[in-house]
């Protein structure tokens, strides 16, 4: 099997341990895991047809009937802290004689993260493993019976055969200015970082450094799985130390050795280039299903598609939520399947053409009465092609997937929200300009207008032009993140300072005018109603947010060439974005093989820093990330849809004849950056301890 196969296979393969243990259980999984097999492994109907009995969610609210004799746990975690409690919980309201738990985390980690230090006699085997089946027996009540632990790397769910996300990894995100105060609060006052480019690893929190190495592990096995021996290189903080942390993960070494394919691994870091992750520029259908439909409950990267238009059920109060809605991830069928890969990297018309002539073909395969149209594609003529379905359950049942993206485009397409991503463009056109003409105080006096004349009302009819608070957070990450193009300009720092805190202001007064909050601003705020929200601790959280602001402008301070994503216009041409993701690969690409300061080579041990050394006297070549026929892209902290198109186009310009697989930790639409930026946690990741 060649790399390429194997990294499209591996999440469904790692499933196989698991299937192979569900025959007459009942399955408890948590959200990351749910999401790995629904996108990889054909989602819960997979383990039926493997013989489960049920599948329930991972949570002490949760147990098996008393005629359930066999559990099967799914997690993405550590065997410790509350996913130890919560197994233990599930176990105790049941009645459980045989318990096999299968954690994503490997073994050595667990032995690395617990709290004494083991013997090198001690870390023979798994005995951290063997302890928690013990610990199983005794929930179960019996030590005779059967509790086995296994590690099962289910962290990756398959996209397509070029991407690969990773659901336990969705809020890691590299870390910004604004961390460093608590980065440094422990540490002597000599030995204080003053940039987030000189913190190491080791004077991180520990939950932290438990995520990446986490991540560090996971993409081990995808490389083992795939026999992949590689040069990593490093584009940003914390990239650096994730390249760092694969290169001294300790099942490399044996797999370096004996691996029969090479490749490169470049590492980059999101906020290197946030103006691409919120812009609505975006000619991509799957970035609107992604920003408009309702999401799937527990899902990071899928929607809810309402599928009423396949049936004759009216549509009141009794029957709300009798219909179980439709999603995006379609693994039973080739055509859905390749319907779905031509959405993510198409532009919108070529889509929209390919999922009409979709439902054309399927409605002609089952001799519907279809009415052929061209010319453009509008939403009533795709869910009138889907209604020819109704009634026909056979015929809905060969083309579900096909059906499913159908509706979802069409429901995309007069969504009403879609006029709000049009009004996000124009202003994100005209700041974008306003950078180039006058710069920063300009372009925050213009916000400040904006966010006076915007309604009081996040759920304002969407067909307006006033912008909701979410929206106007998201226009502010887009200009902090091409702000410091303009740093040269000799503008009056106390004037930014100044308009920065009359938006402030601006933006408390608006927040405290809302009928209704929306996730993010509750999330924001720490508040879960309106009457807890207080003038003064929206003012505080607001302020929390601009302290974030700024250090989205310093992101690119440490990088020596790739350090601008913008570029001004002139009396001819109009000022332009232009895409960091596609800089590093323009230089990777670049025929002259320049060596790029900011494309960092991660040492893989003695032998580079000899190379290193060696240099000193004699001409010794550096690795260089083309170097090898297989490059794997490793976006920390999200990629988007439009962005796997432009590394198409990249490649196919350059016509290299080099592979790319895009690994990320997320795909994103422009709602989730200010979640990542403003409500994570980026220090102290959720480790389920």
């Known amino acids: 099997m ?3 196969d194997s990294f499209a296979s591996f999440p469904a393969q790692v499933w196989e341990k698991v299937l192979s243990k569900v025959k007459k259980a009942v399955v408890f999984m948590d959200e990351p895991c749910s999401e790995s097999l629904h996108w990889s492994a054909g989602g819960a109907a997979r383990l039926f047809g493997a013989g489960a009995r049920n599948v329930k969610r991972f949570s002490s609210f949760e147990a098996g009937a008393d005629d359930e004799p066999k559990a099967v746990f799914v997690v993405s975690t550590l065997l410790k802290g509350r996913t130890a409690d919560v197994i233990k919980d599930i176990i105790s309201l049941s009645r459980f004689q045989y318990c096999v738990v299968f954690t994503a985390v490997p073994h050595s980690l667990h032995l690395a993260s617990g709290s004494s230090s083991s013997s090198s006699a001690e870390s023979e085997g798994s005995p951290v493993f063997a302890r928690f089946e013990e610990k199983l027996c005794e929930w179960m009540g019996d030590m005779n019976y059967t509790a086995e632990v296994a590690y099962a790397p289910v962290a990756f769910a398959r996209l397509s055969p070029q991407l690969l996300l990773a659901p336990a990894f969705a809020d890691l995100f590299p870390l910004l200015e604004s961390d460093l105060q608590s980065v440094n609060e422990k540490r002597p006052e000599k030995r204080r970082f003053l940039s987030v480019a000189d913190v190491d690893a080791a004077a991180l929190p520990v939950e932290l450094q438990v995520k990446m190495k986490a991540f560090a592990s996971a993409l081990d096995a995808l490389l083992e799985f795939s026999s992949v021996r590689e040069e990593s290189f490093a584009v940003g903080p914390l990239s650096r130390l994730l390249a760092a942390e694969l ?14 394919n090479k490749a490169s691994v470049v590492f980059i870091d999101r906020t290197l280039d946030l103006t691409g992750a919120v812009g609505h520029h975006g000619d991509n259908l799957v970035e609107k299903i992604l920003s408009v439909l309702p999401p799937l409950p527990g ?4 929607v809810q598609v309402d599928m009423w238009e396949l049936t004759h059920l009216r549509r009141t109060s009794e029957v709300q939520g009798v219909l179980a809605p439709g999603c995006l991830a379609q693994n039973q069928s080739a055509t859905a399947r390749l319907l779905w890969e031509a959405m993510l990297v198409a ?5 929209v053409m390919e999922v009409r002539r979709q439902l054309v073909e399927a409605a002609s395969k089952e001799n519907l009465p279809i009415k052929m149209s061209l010319g453009r594609v509008t939403a009533e003529q795709l869910s009138s092609y889907v209604q020819l379905f109704r009634g026909s359950w056979g015929a809905v049942e060969s083309h579900c997937g096909v059906l499913q993206l159908g509706l979802a485009t069409a429901h995309t397409l007069r969504h009403p929200a879609l006029t709000h991503w049009d009004a996000c463009l124009a202003f994100e056109r005209l700041l974008l300009q306003a950078l180039g003409d006058s710069g920063l105080p300009d372009v925050l006096k213009q916000l400040l207008h904006l966010v006076k004349s915007s309604g009081s009302d996040t759920g304002v009819d969407p067909g307006s032009g006033d912008l909701s608070v979410d929206e106007l957070l998201v226009l502010l990450v887009y200009v902090y993140s091409l702000a410091q193009e303009t740093k040269s300009r000799s503008h009056d720092e106390d004037q930014v300072e100044k308009l920065e805190a ?7 007064l608006l927040l405290t005018q809302q009928t209704t909050l929306s996730p993010l ?4 705020t720490g508040v879960s109603s309106l009457e807890e929200l207080t003038m003064e601790r929206a003012h505080t959280a607001l302020e929390h947010v601009f302290e974030i602001l700024r250090g989205i402008g310093h992101a690119r301070d440490h990088l020596k060439q790739l350090h601008s994503v913008y570029s001004a216009g002139d009396g001819v041409h109009q000022a332009t974005y232009r895409p960091f993701l596609k800089q590093v690969l323009e230089e990777i690409f670049n025929p002259n093989r320049p060596e790029c300061p900011d494309i960092e080579h991660t040492s893989g041990g003695l032998t580079d820093l000899l190379k290193t050394g ?18 794997f892209l490793v976006l920390v902290g999200g990629v988007t849809p439009s962005e796997l198109r432009l590394v198409r186009e990249v490649v196919s310009s350059h016509k290299a004849g080099t592979q790319v697989l895009v690994v990320s930790t997320r795909l994103l639409r422009p709602a989730d950056v200010p979640h990542l930026l403003f409500n994570t946690n980026r220090l102290s990741p959720d480790i389920g301890v």
């Open 347 to 351: 532009k919108q018309k070529e889509a």
């Open 299 to 302: 899902h990071v990267t899928d």
């Open 521 to 524: 601003l509750r999330d924001i």
């Open 247 to 260: 290169a001294s993960h300790p099942q490399a070494k044996n797999r370096r050795k004996t691996a029969q």
């Open 502 to 508: 009359e938006l402030v202001g601006a933006l408390t």
């Open 614 to 631: 060696f240099s000193m006297f004699m001409k010794v070549n550096r690795p260089h990330p083309s170097d090898h026929p297989l490059l």
């Open 2 to 4: 060649s790399p390429t």
